[in-house]
Protein backbone atom coordinates (compact mmCIF):
# COMPACT_ATOMS: atom_id res chain seq x y z
CA UNK A 1 0.00 0.00 0.00
CA UNK A 2 1.42 3.73 -0.79
CA UNK A 3 0.49 6.45 1.27
CA UNK A 4 1.29 10.37 0.90
CA UNK A 5 2.45 12.07 3.60
CA UNK A 6 4.55 15.35 4.08
CA UNK A 7 8.20 15.72 3.73
CA UNK A 8 10.05 16.38 7.18
CA UNK A 9 13.96 17.34 7.11
CA UNK A 10 14.88 14.01 8.40
CA UNK A 11 13.65 12.55 4.86
CA UNK A 12 16.30 14.82 3.13
CA UNK A 13 18.87 12.42 2.19
CA UNK A 14 16.45 9.68 0.99
CA UNK A 15 14.25 12.55 -1.31
CA UNK A 16 17.86 13.79 -2.84
CA UNK A 17 18.96 10.23 -3.20
CA UNK A 18 15.21 9.72 -5.06
CA UNK A 19 15.39 12.77 -7.53
CA UNK A 20 19.08 11.79 -8.29
CA UNK A 21 18.07 8.34 -9.59
CA UNK A 22 14.76 9.82 -11.14
CA UNK A 23 17.43 12.37 -13.10
CA UNK A 24 15.55 14.97 -12.03
CA UNK A 25 19.02 17.03 -10.48
CA UNK A 26 20.68 19.19 -12.81
CA UNK A 27 24.24 20.49 -11.87
CA UNK A 28 23.53 24.06 -11.86
CA UNK A 29 20.68 23.49 -8.89
CA UNK A 30 22.09 21.86 -5.72
CA UNK A 31 19.03 19.55 -4.53
CA UNK A 32 19.25 19.60 -0.97
CA UNK A 33 19.53 23.52 -1.22
CA UNK A 34 16.43 23.02 -2.80
CA UNK A 35 14.84 20.66 -0.32
CA UNK A 36 15.89 22.84 2.47
CA UNK A 37 14.40 26.08 1.11
CA UNK A 38 11.24 23.96 0.36
CA UNK A 39 10.39 23.04 4.29
CA UNK A 40 12.13 26.40 4.72
CA UNK A 41 9.11 28.58 4.41
CA UNK A 42 4.95 28.48 4.45
CA UNK A 43 4.63 28.92 0.60
CA UNK A 44 5.92 25.36 -0.28
CA UNK A 45 6.03 22.08 0.55
CA UNK A 46 7.54 18.10 -0.06
CA UNK A 47 5.16 15.72 -0.54
CA UNK A 48 6.10 11.94 -0.54
CA UNK A 49 5.03 8.74 -1.95
CA UNK A 50 5.87 5.76 0.69
CA UNK A 51 5.89 1.80 0.60
CA UNK A 52 6.79 -0.71 3.47
CA UNK A 53 8.45 2.60 5.31
CA UNK A 54 10.82 3.51 1.75
CA UNK A 55 10.03 6.74 -0.15
CA UNK A 56 8.63 5.75 -4.26
CA UNK A 57 7.97 9.04 -5.22
CA UNK A 58 7.96 12.80 -4.20
CA UNK A 59 6.64 16.30 -5.78
CA UNK A 60 7.48 19.76 -4.51
CA UNK A 61 4.88 22.15 -4.84
CA UNK A 62 5.07 26.36 -4.01
CA UNK A 63 2.57 29.15 -4.45
CA UNK A 64 4.33 32.61 -5.26
CA UNK A 65 0.90 34.24 -4.44
CA UNK A 66 -0.11 34.54 -8.30
CA UNK A 67 0.46 30.57 -9.36
CA UNK A 68 1.35 27.64 -8.26
CA UNK A 69 4.51 25.63 -9.21
CA UNK A 70 5.35 22.00 -9.48
CA UNK A 71 8.80 20.46 -8.79
CA UNK A 72 10.96 17.84 -8.48
CA UNK A 73 7.74 15.44 -9.50
CA UNK A 74 9.78 11.54 -9.44
CA UNK A 75 8.81 7.78 -8.83
CA UNK A 76 11.35 5.40 -8.34
CA UNK A 77 11.68 3.69 -11.76
CA UNK A 78 10.40 0.28 -10.19
CA UNK A 79 7.23 1.55 -9.02
CA UNK A 80 5.94 3.81 -12.07
CA UNK A 81 2.56 2.91 -13.63
CA UNK A 82 0.66 2.40 -10.63
CA UNK A 83 -0.60 5.95 -10.28
CA UNK A 84 1.85 7.18 -8.02
CA UNK A 85 2.35 10.28 -10.03
CA UNK A 86 -1.23 11.27 -10.23
CA UNK A 87 -1.42 10.84 -6.21
CA UNK A 88 1.36 12.92 -5.99
CA UNK A 89 -0.08 15.90 -8.20
CA UNK A 90 -3.63 15.75 -6.86
CA UNK A 91 -2.04 16.08 -3.50
CA UNK A 92 0.16 19.19 -4.10
CA UNK A 93 -3.30 20.22 -6.14
CA UNK A 94 -4.70 19.98 -3.00
CA UNK A 95 -2.22 21.44 -1.08
CA UNK A 96 -2.25 24.59 -3.27
CA UNK A 97 -5.90 25.03 -3.37
CA UNK A 98 -6.23 24.88 0.56
CA UNK A 99 -3.70 28.42 0.38
CA UNK A 100 -6.10 30.08 -2.72
CA UNK A 101 -4.11 29.06 -5.38
CA UNK A 102 -6.04 29.83 -8.33
CA UNK A 103 -4.17 27.82 -10.98
CA UNK A 104 -0.91 25.54 -10.74
CA UNK A 105 1.81 25.45 -13.59
CA UNK A 106 4.77 22.68 -13.94
CA UNK A 107 7.75 22.76 -16.72
CA UNK A 108 8.66 20.24 -18.41
CA UNK A 109 12.20 20.74 -20.65
CA UNK A 110 12.45 19.81 -24.27
CA UNK A 111 13.15 15.91 -25.39
CA UNK A 112 11.64 14.96 -21.62
CA UNK A 113 9.87 11.89 -21.96
CA UNK A 114 7.62 13.10 -18.90
CA UNK A 115 5.76 15.51 -21.01
CA UNK A 116 3.46 12.21 -22.44
CA UNK A 117 2.55 12.10 -18.92
CA UNK A 118 1.38 15.12 -17.83
CA UNK A 119 -0.95 15.14 -21.05
CA UNK A 120 -2.05 11.65 -19.89
CA UNK A 121 -3.53 13.27 -16.13
CA UNK A 122 -5.31 15.75 -18.14
CA UNK A 123 -2.93 18.82 -17.96
CA UNK A 124 -3.01 21.24 -20.80
CA UNK A 125 0.44 22.44 -23.03
CA UNK A 126 0.69 26.07 -22.63
CA UNK A 127 2.61 27.69 -25.40
CA UNK A 128 4.92 30.06 -23.76
CA UNK A 129 8.94 30.47 -23.49
CA UNK A 130 10.30 30.91 -19.74
CA UNK A 131 12.90 33.27 -19.78
CA UNK A 132 15.49 32.77 -16.59
CA UNK A 133 17.90 35.43 -14.75
CA UNK A 134 20.40 33.61 -12.09
CA UNK A 135 20.84 36.14 -9.07
CA UNK A 136 23.65 35.65 -7.15
CA UNK A 137 26.59 33.45 -8.22
CA UNK A 138 25.08 30.97 -10.91
CA UNK A 139 25.38 26.91 -9.76
Request: with cysteine.
Amino acid sequence: MTTVRMATDADRDAVVALWQSCDLTRPWNDPGADFDRALGHDASTILLAEAARAIVGTVMVGFDGHRGWVYYLGVRPDRRGGGIARRLLDGGCDWLAARGCPKVELMVRDGNPAAGLYERLDWEYQPVRVFARWLGQKG
